[in-house]
C-alpha cells in the first residue's frame, strides 16, 4: 500500500488528505518511484481550489508534479533507467491520474529526468520545474545573451529565485520586483543586481534609472492581472514580455506600446520537446554543480503536514521553494 494525498472537492488546503492506495506493479513503460521529497508549486494550490487552467476529476483527485525520488522497479520495455537510479519526476500530465503527492507512484518513465548521485533529494525536488521554467522561458524560447537586462516580478518566487540565478549564470543583468522592502536584502544577497520594492519606489521611473531609459531587453511576469499594462511598459523596444502566469485572476488588457512583443509561457510545452528536454536537463545539472544554481529552500514539512505546507505556500511570505519530505 502507499500513501496517496488526494481530495474530494474544491476548496483551501483543509480539503487535502491522505489514503492508502494499492499501486500495483509498473505496466509497458512506467517505473515504481519511492517518492523521498516533493516540490511545491503554485499551480497545485490554484489546482487544488479550482483557478487552474483545467479542472481536477473529482473526488479522488490526485495532485503534484514535482518529487524527487528513486526507482524501485520498472515494467516491460523501459530502457535508460533502472532500480536504484535516482530521478525526478518532469511535471508532465493530468494530476488528477498523475500527481505525485505521497510516498510511492506508478509513472511513466518518459515522465522522468535523471538526478545526478550528488543531488540529494530535497535540492532536486526544489530544482526540476523552477529552474526548467526559468530556463525554458528565457533561454529556449527568449534567447537570453549575456548583458541583457531582465526584469522579474513576483521575484522571491521559486521561480523568480531561479530567473535571479539563470541571468547570473548567462552573465545577464537580473532585477528582482517584490512588493515589500523587506525582501530587498535576502534577493540582494540572492544574486539581484538590483531590487525594486513596490512599497517604496514606482516601478517604471526606477527601471528607466537602471536602464538609462532604454527599458529591459526581457520581462518575466507570472501575475498578468491589470498591472500587466504597467509592466509592460518597462520592456524596451523590441524587447520581450514572457508572462508564465496568472497570480491575478483578474483581467489582463493587452498592453499596445511600440514594439512590444508578448510570449504567453508554458512549461509543458517546451518540456514535451524530448530535445529541449534534454538541454535543460544538461543546462540544470552543470548549474547545480558548478554552485552557480543553487536552490533556496524556504520551508521543509512533513507528508503528514501537507495541509500546513499548502498554507505556508499561498500565504506568500517565503522566499524560494516550499519542500515536503516523506518518511518511510
Known sequence: MAKTVVFDEIGGPEVLRIVEVELGEPGPGEVLVRVDALGLNRAEALFRSGGYYYQATLPGSRLGYEAAGEILAAGEGVTGFAPGDPVITAGLGDMSRNGVYGDR???????????????DAVTGAASWLSYGTAYGALVERGGLRPGDTVLITA???????????????????????????????QLLELGAVHVIALDEEELLDRVR?????????????????????????????????????????????????????????????????????????????????AGTLAPVIDRTFDLDDIAEAHRHLESNSQVGKVVVTVRH
Not at 506508478?106 to 548521485?117: N, T
Open 105 to 119: 507512484v506508478v509513472i511513466a518513465a518518459d515522465d522522468l529526468v535523471r538526478r545526478p548521485a550528488t543531488v
Open 209 to 289: 534609472e537602471i536602464t538609462d531609459g532604454r527599458g529591459a531587453e526581457f520581462v518575466l511576469d507570472p501575475v498578468a492581472g491589470p498591472g500587466l499594462q504597467t509592466v509592460a511598459q518597462a520592456v524596451a523596444p523590441g524587447g520581450l514580455l514572457i508572462v508564465y502566469g496568472w497570480l491575478d485572476p483578474r483581467p489582463a488588457p493587452l498592453p499596445l506600446n511600440w514594439g512590444l512583443r508578448i510570449l504567453g509561457y508554458a512549461h509543458g510545452d517546451v518540456i514535451a520537446d524530448r530535445a529541449a528536454r534534454r538541454r535543460a536537463e544538461h543546462f540544470i545539472n552543470a548549474g547545480l554543480r
Open 155 to 185: 521575484a522571491s518566487s521559486s521561480v523568480g529565485v531561479a530567473a535571479i540565478q539563470v541571468a547570473n549564470h548567462l552573465g545577464a543583468v537580473p532585477v528582482a520586483v517584490t512588493r515589500s522592502a523587506e525582501k530587498r536584502k
